[in-house]
């Protein structure tokens, strides 16, 4: 298999540093812009298949990817590709967090595959539903180009999982905005192929 995974393009909540999560966000004049520049790098790729998150961040990102598409595969929608629940941080900005959370943003940053914000979810617990949905992944599409439209710390956790990577260290990827990353999976193996690209993203 080979899967290509996108980080969906920004939003305003991106530059208000807010949490975001599971909100429900639309992407921003430039983010729209990021991913019609995306789609444009993906328009010669044969895509199999197309998954994304359930979030409107994401959608919007994967919809303007098969606009592009020759012979556009359906999209299917799949919320275990969600980002991770932040709880009642979401919406708030980094520091509203840290000035009513203090205690519990320490215990977080300490340990996030165990700790969670509350009413929120810990790492392993996402790591979890996002394995699910990588098992189905691996059983329907063995040799296919799979895309997978997302977020940061999904891309972030799911590459620790393929790559044997502690998910404690899932800080060292960073992803950023409408950024392609590549894997080829083969039966004992994961390899990297491409990480974090943003070469077709256009200065405006």
Known sequence: MKLLLVRHGETDWNL????????????????????EQLASRLSHERIDAVYSSDSPRALETATQ???????????????????????????????????????????WYADPVNSSPPGGETMLQMSKRLQSAWNDLKSNHEDDTVLIVTHAGVIQILLCMLLGVELDRYWQFRVAQASLTVIQLYADAAILDLFNDVSHLKVS
Not at 16 to 35: M, P, T, W
Not at 67 to 75: K, V
């Open 16 to 35: 208000a540093h807010r949490y975001q999560g599971q909100s429900a966000v639309s992407l921003n004049q430039k983010g729209v812009q990021q991913a």
């Open 65 to 107: 990817v098969l606009n592009l598409q020759e012979q556009a595969p359906a999209l299917q929608k799949d919320a275990r590709w969600q980002e991770i629940c932040f709880g009642v941080w979401d919406g708030l900005t980094y520091e509203e967090v840290e000035a009513k959370w203090k205690r519990e943003v320490t215990a």
